[in-house]
C-alpha cells in the first residue's frame, strides 16, 4: 500500500461543526471507523485535503428506542449493533447484517453510517496503481470506459455494503444533516443506480443517523455469498422481511447488495401478500428478484452463478421464516 | 502537518509531534520503534498490525494516529511484565503456536482482548475472536491450542 497523502486533520465535537468544517474544505472527506477509506486512499483510489474525523461527535453514537422506532446514530458501531439486545431481538437482519460485515476487529471500529455510504466496489476499481494503469483505468476513475461494460455510458461498480439491505428491508430511514439544516428521507432514496455517483447525498450533507420501525411480528433475515468465510464483501446479499398471518402472508420485503450499484429493494413482490407460501409463491419471489438484481462483472465469481445464486439465497431464507413463523 | 498528539501507549502516558496523516502503525514503529507490531497486508485484511485501544483490538494500518488521542494504546511489547512473557507469549511458545511468527502479535493481541472479555473461551469462540487474523503458514489448530492452553493457566504470569 502507500503512503498517505497529505491532508489536514480536524476532530469535531458535534455534527453541525463537521457539516461547518465539510463546507469550509471543499475537498474534504468524513471519516468514521476508516477501515475501508484509508486503504482505498493509500490505493491512491481518491484523495482530500482535509480529513474529518467524526469519532468524537458523541450525538452520533446514540442507540435508543423512542417508541416504536428505534434511533441509531450513524457513528454507532458495527460490533455494538451486532450485539444490541434490542436489535438482536427486534431487527435480526440488521444483527446479522452486521456480523457480516469483514472481521471482528473491522466491525469495533467501523460504522452504520460508513457501511451505508461504503465506496462501490469494482475487480477493475479496488487494484494498486500500477494495475489500473497497465489496464488504461476505468471510467469510475482517471479513465474513461466503464471495463465491465464497455459500450456503457455509465460505471456499474457494486454497491458492497451488508447493512443498507437489511435496513431497506426493514423500511428505515436517514436523518442527513447540511448546511440548510436537517432533513428526514427512505433510505431507498439515499441511492441512485450508478456506480460513480451512488449517493444522493449533497456535497455538504452528513448521514447522521437512521431510524427503524419496530413492527409487532416481523420475522427477518440476513444472509449472504462470499468467497472467504471470515472477512469478505458479499457476492451477493440478501435481506428478508416477512410476516405470517396464519396459511397466508401478511408482508414479504427483500433488499438485495452485491448485485446492483445501488442496494436493491425488490419491486412486485405486493401480489404474493394475502397468499400462501406454495411454490407458486417461491417460483414468482424468485422471478422478481431476478429481474430486480442486475449482477455484473465486478467480482472474480461468474455472473451467470450470481444472478442464479442470489434468488435461491433468498428463497432459503423467505422458506425458513416462513417455517419459523409457524412455531410463533 | 504536525500536531500534537497525546496519548498513553503500554502504560506510558506520551506526547509527540504527529503527522496529521500518520497512521498508528507508523507512528508506533517509526516515531517510538515499537516494531513488534507488524505491517503485514498493510490494507486491513490480515490482522499483523492488531494492537489494543482502549482494551479492544484496532487494525493500526488502518487507523489515523490522531484518531486515538487521548486513549490508551497496547502493543504487543506491553504484555510481558520484568522480563516474563504473559500467559498467551507463554502459551505460544509452548504450544507451537508461533511458526514464522509475522502473525503472532497480532493473534496474541486479539486474544488478549478476547481472555479478558470471556477467560474461558471454547475453541468456536477462540476462532471467532481470531476470524480477522491470517496465518500464512497455516498453523492455525496450533493458535487455537495456544490461546485455550492460556486460557486455563489463570492468571499467572510468570
Known amino acids: 500500500m502507500g503512503a498517505l497523502s497529505e491532508f489536514r486533520f480536524f476532530r469535531p465535537a458535534s455534527a453541525a461543526d463537521a457539516v461547518r468544517l465539510r463546507g469550509e474544505f471543499p475537498a474534504s472527506r468524513f471519516i468514521a471507523g476508516g477501515t475501508d477509506l484509508l486503504p482505498n486512499m493509500r490505493r491512491g483510489l481518491g484523495g482530500a485535503e482535509a480529513l ?10 446514540e442507540l435508543r428506542r423512542d417508541g416504536e422506532r428505534l434511533h441509531i446514530g450513524a457513528g454507532v458501531t458495527l460490533a455494538t449493533l451486532a450485539a444490541d439486545p434490542i436489535v438482536v431481538s427486534r431487527l435480526p437482519a440488521l444483527a446479522q447484517a452486521a456480523l457480516a460485515v469483514a472481521g471482528p476487529t473491522h466491525r469495533s471500529a467501523a460504522t452504520l453510517g460508513g457501511n451505508l455510504c461504503l465506496e462501490t466496489r469494482c475487480q477493475y476499481f479496488n487494484q494498486s496503481e500500477h494495475w489500473r494503469a497497465a489496464n488504461q483505468f476505468c471510467m469510475k476513475l482517471d479513465g474513461d470506459t466503464c471495463r465491465v461494460a464497455p459500450k456503457s455510458s455509465r460505471c456499474y461498480a457494486a454497491f458492497s455494503g451488508d447493512v443498507a ?4 428491508a426493514l423500511g428505515a430511514e436517514v436523518e442527513l444533516l ?3 439544516g436537517a432533513r428526514r428521507l427512505p433510505l431507498a432514496e439515499l441511492y441512485v443506480d450508478d456506480g460513480m455517483r451512488w449517493l444522493a447525498l449533497g456535497a455538504d450533507e452528513l448521514l447522521v443517523a437512521v431510524t427503524v420501525p419496530l413492527v409487532a411480528g416481523r420475522a427477518s433475515a440476513y444472509a449472504k455469498l462470499r468467497v472467504r468465510g471470515a472477512i469478505d464483501f458479499p457476492l451477493a446479499g440478501v435481506a428478508v422481511v416477512l410476516r405470517r398471518d396464519g396459511d ?13 450499484s445501488r442496494p436493491e429493494l425488490i419491486a412486485g413482490l405486493d401480489e404474493l401478500v394475502g397468499q400462501t407460501l406454495d411454490d407458486a409463491a417461491l417460483a414468482t419471489m424468485e422471478r422478481q428478484v ?3 438484481i442486475q449482477p455484473m462483472e465486478t467480482t472474480l465469481m461468474s455472473v451467470p452463478w450470481r444472478r442464479r445464486a442470489t434468488p435461491v439465497l433468498a428463497k432459503r431464507l423467505v422458506r425458513r421464516l416462513w417455517d419459523e413463523a409457524k412455531g410463533g | 502537518m504536525k500536531k500534537l498528539l497525546t496519548l498513553t501507549v503500554n502504560g506510558r502516558l506520551r506526547e509527540d509531534a504527529v503527522a496529521e496523516n500518520a497512521l498508528l502503525i507508523d507512528y508506533l514503529r517509526d516515531t517510538l520503534g515499537l ?13 499483523a498490525c492488531t494492537v489494543l485501544v482502549d482494551g479492544v483490538p484496532r487494525l493500526a494500518c488502518s487507523t489515523l494516529a490522531h484518531s486515538v488521542e487521548g486513549r490508551s494504546i497496547e502493543t504487543v511489547e506491553g504484555l510481558s511484565t520484568a522480563g516474563n512473557l504473559s500467559r498467551l507469549q507463554r502459551a505460544f511458545h509452548e504450544h507451537l503456536g508461533s511458526q514464522c511468527g509475522f502473525c503472532t502479535p497480532g493473534m496474541i493481541m486479539a486474544a488478549e482482548a478476547l481472555l479478558r472479555r470471556n477467560p474461558q473461551p471454547s475453541r468456536d469462540e ?22 485455550e492452553a492460556a486460557s486455563k493457566c489463570g492468571e499467572v504470569t510468570a
Open chain 1, 52 to 61: 474529518i474525523d467524526l469519532g468524537a461527535v458523541a450525538e452520533m453514537k
Open chain 1, 165 to 168: 439491505p437489511a435496513l431497506l
Open chain 1, 178 to 180: 447540511g448546511p440548510q
Open chain 1, 248 to 260: 397466508t402472508l401478511a408482508e414479504l420485503r427483500i433488499a438485495c447488495t452485491g448485485v446492483s
Open chain 1, 290 to 292: 431476478k429481474r430486480g
Open chain 2, 35 to 47: 516494531t513488534g507490531t507488524k505491517q503485514g497486508c498493510d490494507g486491513g485484511e490480515c490482522g
Open chain 2, 126 to 147: 477462540i476462532r471467532a475472536a481470531l476470524a480477522g487474523n491470517l496465518c500464512r503458514c497455516t498453523g492455525y489448530v496450533k493458535i487455537v491450542d495456544s490461546v
